[in-house]
């Protein structure tokens, strides 16, 4: 929607006559009291990230923004590429759970946000677009840097707005504070006009487009004092409470609970409190607990054991295996999703019972913790321990005691021979997750790497990340950045963040290894495999028929970059970790800031 001025110019800014009449202004620029006001606003309903990438158009919000964080109400993050700072703020949001603005120019400044912006819409991530744009006499007339902004993003944001700042002052910034909070409360998932009532909040991308007229800044002599008054996240209403759908425990057990990704530690809890086996991916919130069935891929595809299911509960984005659509869309099998903090249910057969909330009911004939139910579960844990496995033989631990020193000492040989040996993909998942602790965070890009974690690591209660809203490899380091900056925000906060990327998920983000002057460079671990291209295609189907050169030319696409030059452009430590020590000791060394841990990897 546009909100019009209250002065709204009939002339074009080119046509305007020195001196008209463009104030008066507390600064000089009606650009710079409108900046202002809507900066207090955002602040004050509790925004304490921003991002920016650098344009004239945008100066006044930028001049702004630093002096808000000279006087200590806001965390300015400069990035010169659009897109990185848009998967930055994404980042920030994930961790925080608050929305972060980011803040652009005119033109392809704006488009260079949408990749972030359908993430966060397809993730339910809080944020706000805040971009500027010429006035309404300048478009459609070919004038620079100009093209319809209004709408850009289509249905990927929760609202929209495009804000004419007045031509003539001053400025109300009862109105211009209004507009913030709304903002804020709309990304956060606050109800509005088009939502179904009793419905959950659904955060999300907001986008507010302001349109300056020139000057387009002045000097800035103070700030207005500060009103806090934070906005709270939305929760589910009493309506969406009462119609929770009731399932009950069944009497032959025969429920599989699938957490995809977000779907948090309720999934693991509701496993629990069904006396069902629990399918959970990676960075769905719930990979752990004693429901928690491992490699889950070849159990949903056993005859007798996935065979078995008769009822589905999901939670979460399921994104990582065909498996589950395969389940979920299979004859006789029921299938309950839970509405989440997404844009879409997770329905692939479109016959699901769409539900806001479960109501577990214990009947008369069946319990969570009867036999019946335990010996469920335990198949399904035990079977995926023995799927998994373990690629590596059990050491004699009794040679390392023995008395016989040529036993021992073939024991340590052993020892040293497996230090020594290349990393695998399973070892570098495994290790990855065994140096991550919950003071930690970990974020996984979309790659083979990613499929390898989810199937064979362990349950352990730590945070995971990947962007899985639409699974694309877009801004990763960004995105990990953005988690690692809000984690660390307290100096004395413990904890490192860790991204597991592939090569080419490195190369498309390559941007984002770049901190400006005087930008904080967290605790940062970029582990790249790197195996010269995109070897996740190798296991696609058409991979057996179709010519390789063609395979290695379109899909695997080899590209021979030396990332200890590219870390060295951008002033990141490098380290090559080819054998398992050396992955070792790269992790667990506390590093004075960003790094990049090469992995080398067989294709």
Sequence with gaps: MTLPASDRPDTAESELPEGADVAPSTSGSVATDYAVALLAGLVDAGVRELVLSPGSRSQ??????????????????????????GFLALGLAVESGFPAVVVTTSGTAVANLHPAV????????????????RPVELRGIGANQTTQQPGMFGVATRAGHDLEAPRSGPVDPT???????????????????????GAPAVPGPVHLNVAFREPLSAALDSLPAARPEPVEAASWSDAARAAAVRVEVDVEPATVVVAGHGAGPEAESLARALGASLVAEVSSGAHFGPNLALG???????????????????????TLTRQVPALLTRA??????????????????????????????????????????????????????????????APDLEAATSDDG??????????VALLRRPVTRRALAETLWRVTWPHDRLVLGASRLIREVDEVVPGKKIRVHANRGLAGIDG????ATGIALASQVDDAAPGVTRVLVGDLTLLHDVGSLLFSDGEVRPRLQVVVGNDGGGTIFDGLEVAATAPDDAMRRVQFTPHGVRLAGLAAAYGWHHVLASTRAELDQALARAWDGPVLIEVPLAR
């Excluded at 806001?74 to 897109?83: A, G, M, S, Y």
């Excluded at 040529?406 to 020892?415: D, K, M, P, Q, V």
């Excluded at 990763?476 to 995105?479: G, H, L, S, W």
């Design 60 to 85: 006044a919000i930028a001049l702004a923004a630093a002096e808000f964080e000279r006087a200590g109400r806001l965390r300015l993050r400069v990035r010169i590429d659009e897109r990185s700072a």
């Design 118 to 133: 359908l993430e966060a819409h397809h993730s339910g991530v809080p944020m706000i677009v805040l971009t500027a744009d």
């Design 175 to 197: 109105v211009v504070r209004s507009v913030a909070r709304a903002a804020v409360a709309t990304a956060l998932g606050a109800p509005d006009a088009d939502r179904a009532e």
């Design 296 to 318: 889950f891929r070849a159990l949903l595809g056993d005859a007798e054991l996935g065979g078995a299911v008769r009822r589905v509960v999901v939670l979460g984005h399921p």
């Design 332 to 393: 006789g099998v029921e299938v309950v999703v839970v509405r989440g903090a997404t844009a879409d249910a997770y329905d692939p057969g479109r016959s699901a019972t769409v539900v806001d909330a479960v109501d577990v009911v214990e009947t008369a004939g069946g319990a969570p913790d009867d036999r019946a139910h335990r010996a469920w579960v335990g198949r399904w844990v035990h079977s995926g321990r023995r799927v998994v496995g373990d690629d590596e033989a």
């Design 406 to 415: 040529s036993a021992r000492a073939e024991f340590l040989r052993g020892e």
């Design 476 to 479: 990763t380091v960004a995105t």
